[in-house]
């Protein structure tokens, strides 16, 4: 077990009661400019309560070629008016270059593949110089992230995985926005409970959980950043 591993390990411990900023304290002094904060532009929430911590705060945005356009309009409202650094990552081809490479609708075909690249390797490769990463899980969204520590280890990039609202509510979520007016995706007003790639996203339905709308009707559960 390396050194980084027993940090992780030792800190999801001794922080799983601790507030989500004093979480996001904690990962930002120990890393400072080596840890960043992953969004998808669903909200800026976890964005927000690092900038509270750390002015500046990188935070890495992958655009996959398939976002709404109001996912992209979020990003770029984040940028505009929060104090961090957007850093906007992208996949080695075009999604012109991937349909001459693999056919048209990958993501209709083979979605795993489709992520892997357009999403699980950008990610790895922006995520090179930083030793630690926060993102936005929380263990309410779905059964496969019940059991998610506020602060872990991710394995496979050999980094420490920091998830600060972990122990959030939706009902949390929404309470921090209204107190703070943080900036939010326009389609969570219209029935979308977890936004991913356009072709890939639809609607919840009542009493579906908020990931169901993600792949739906394939099986498919995760993109495969988060394992």
């Known amino acids: 077990m390396t050194g980084l591993e027993q940090l992780a390990e030792r800190a999801g411990r001794e922080l799983e009661d601790a507030p989500a900023l004093e979480i996001l304290r904690w990962a930002a002094g120990t890393f400072g400019e080596r840890f960043c904060v992953t969004s998808s532009m669903e909200d800026a929430v976890v964005a927000h309560l690092a900038s509270r911590v750390r002015p500046g705060v990188d935070v890495v945005f992958l655009d996959t070629g398939y976002h709404f356009p109001e996912t992209i309009g979020t990003r770029d409202a984040v940028e505009a008016v929060m104090d961090v650094r957007v850093i906007t990552l992208t996949p080695r081809r075009s999604v ?32 090179a110089s930083y030793d630690a990463w926060a993102t936005g899980l929380r263990r309410d969204e779905s059964p496969t992230r019940a059991g998610t520590p506020v602060v872990g280890w991710d394995a496979g990039r050999r980094k420490v995985k920091v998830s600060p609202i972990a122990r959030w509510t939706q009902q949390d979520v929404d309470a921090y926005v209204a107190e703070h007016g943080v900036l939010t995706n326009p389609l969570l007003t219209e029935g979308y409970a977890s936004i991913g790639c356009a072709p890939c996203t639809r609607q919840v339905l009542d009493g579906e959980d908020p990931r169901a709308g993600r792949w739906a009707g394939s099986g498919k559960t995760e993109c495969g950043l988060h394992g």
Do not use: F, M, T, Y
């Open 96 to 127: 012109a270059e991937q349909d001459a490479e693999h056919g048209p609708r990958l993501h209709e075909r083979d979605p795993d593949l489709c992520c892997a690249l357009r999403k699980v390797r950008p990610l790895e490769e922006g995520l």
